[in-house]
């Protein structure tokens, strides 16, 4: 089901447009902001290239029941962009013809999707060896339909990541919408109560920090150490890893950054905080991210910004693994994010 009008496909286009020119550094007065490329280069770093495929990353649709305020997807519930049976199919026959370790599914709220869990089955059908759906928490409890994931997640021996923005009330409803902190621990303790996030047990429960404000994240292991410290004292609550995630300077973090006139000085943290180390292992060396559309880019963050990949190939019904492997990543002033400091992945810290 497409449902997009020809309207709000034009808002979007001209709102990405409108980013990219901002990305491209145009806001500075004194145009002191290295490109990153140029950062790498003269940090002298070989160009970011592909490394063998490991993980697809798919955007099934930008639908979700929270409107969150650091979301790049820009998703909420009016959103009505959902990825067409057509295309699922698609890419059941690429994991069938390829070998591609991790499907990593996301949204919006993936599981809003009417084919979600027939997706799923059908992934599990293949020869990936994991499969990740990036769950908001609040879905399980948003409608009686969603009350028995945690069970479904469990039988499909699902890796669920969770974005919880802190282990207090406060900060995450104010990240995330009132009533979202109540839900989220509602959530995780169901999925504590199938086996998700036991130190002893085989099921994956990680959670997913971003900082609520236009700064950098802490350290991944010190703030992991706090969440699981007060999550168990405080709710009995356990799970696997903590991933600390940069906001990256794009949608509605992007305009939240502009309204509040920080972006400037973000930006210039982002570029005082790269880290050499962390340029070879971000994300998008070993992934590919699939649109709603089933276009090819090089991160989800590309595909925000309608960046397809540079290959002679750009959407999954034309998919080659030897094209993609061959082609040269697009980079632009946002990739800074993934680099700053430890740095930052869908995988949390990188260096």
Known sequence: MKIKSLKARQDSLAQTEKQLEILSGGIFKDGSLPT????????NLPPVRPTALEILQINVGYMCNQVCSHCHVDAGPDRKEIMTHETMEQILTVLQNNTIKTVDLTGGAPEMHPEFRWFVEE????????IIVRSNLTIILANKKYHDLPEFFAKHKVHVISSLPFYKRGKTDKQRGDGVFDSSIKALQMLNKVGFGIAEGSLELDLVYNPSGAFLPGDQKALELDFKKALKEDFDIEFNQLFSITNLPISRFLDYLIASENYEEYMYSLV????????ENVMC??????????FLFDCDFNQMLDLKVDASTTHISEFSTEALSDRNIRLSQHCYGCTAGAGSSC????A
Do not use: L, Y
Request: charged fraction near 30%.
């Open 272 to 279: 005082e905080a790269f880290n050499p180390m962390a340029v």
């Open 347 to 350: 995988q949390g810290s990188i």
């Open 36 to 43: 990153f490329k140029e950062k790498v280069k003269s940090s």
């Open 285 to 294: 060396t070993n992934t590919i991210s699939v649109s709603w559309e089933g």
């Open 123 to 130: 992934i599990r059908k293949t020869k990936v060896e994991e």
